[in-house]
């Protein structure tokens, strides 16, 4: 199956700092990726759909301008929270489609804001 | 945001035993994904289902996409120690996906 990688693997930062997290589609090409968030014991929340070369289309209640995210390549995606506080903590994932195969998840970024 | 109804939310069994689970929707699907997803780590895609009423096999594994486009079951036979983790079902349209709640399977030895 395709590879999705994604960094860092876990993050702490400050409260107020804002966090990059990278998303890359290792061995094939992605036009559209997607963001996720993971609560403790709790299924995956869509965020927003990444697309390459225009903005980002952002799930209902997910504020556009506190999480920021640029898709500049068809390899790269990239999310930032921005002002990060302890409620923004969680399990960030990213996916990407390949044609004609299912989507593929990258390992996730575990984001812990102290 | 929606989520797909996932049963059972988790299942104790011993080592050996079938697990079967299963997820509905109020809406069709394209395409029904089964994952599996361990602690820190990001879902694995298991098995993909493209057509409804296709009956698809990885290994232990089966997985069916139901008729009406509106669910789908995982069945896991003979199970071994690796298969505990969380079992996620995904419908998705126009690529997106949408999770199903989970179902967390734990083998007692």
């Known amino acids: 199956g395709a590879v999705v990688s994604q960094h860092p693997s876990w993050v702490i930062c400050k409260s107020g700092t804002s966090v990059k997290i990278e998303c890359r589609s290792l061995d094939f090409q992605a036009t559209t990726m997607f963001w996720y968030r993971q609560f403790p014991k709790q299924s995956l929340m869509l965020m927003a759909t990444?697309?390459?070369?225009?903005?980002?289309?952002?799930e209902q209640g997910v504020e556009k301008d506190k999480f920021l995210i640029n898709h500049a390549s068809l390899t790269l995606s990239t999310l930032t929270v921005t002002s990060a506080h302890p409620e923004d903590s969680s399990f960030y994932i990213c996916?990407?489609?390949?044609?004609?195969?299912?989507?593929?998840f990258g390992q996730g970024t575990r984001l812990t804001v102290v | 945001g929606q989520q797909l109804n996932q049963s059972p939310q988790s299942m104790f069994i011993q080592e050996g035993e079938d697990v079967s689970m299963n997820c509905t929707s109020s809406?069709?699907?394209?395409?029904w994904l089964w994952y599996k997803q361990e602690p820190g780590e990001g879902p694995v895609l298991l098995i993909a289902l493209y057509k409804a009423g296709e009956l698809t096999s990885n290994g232990r594994l089966t997985a069916q996409f139901g008729i009406t486009r509106k669910d789908s079951f995982l069945n896991i036979s003979a199970s071994i120690p690796s298969d505990v983790g969380i079992y996620f079902c995904?419908?998705?349209?126009?690529?997106?996906?949408?999770f199903g709640t989970g179902t967390r399977l734990t083998i007692i030895p």
């Open positions: 809406s069709i699907f394209n395409t």
């Open positions: 996916s990407a489609r390949e044609q004609g195969w299912g989507a593929f």
């Open positions: 995904a419908g998705q349209r126009n690529e997106k996906l949408t």
């Open positions: 990444s697309n390459e070369g225009s903005k980002a289309t952002y």
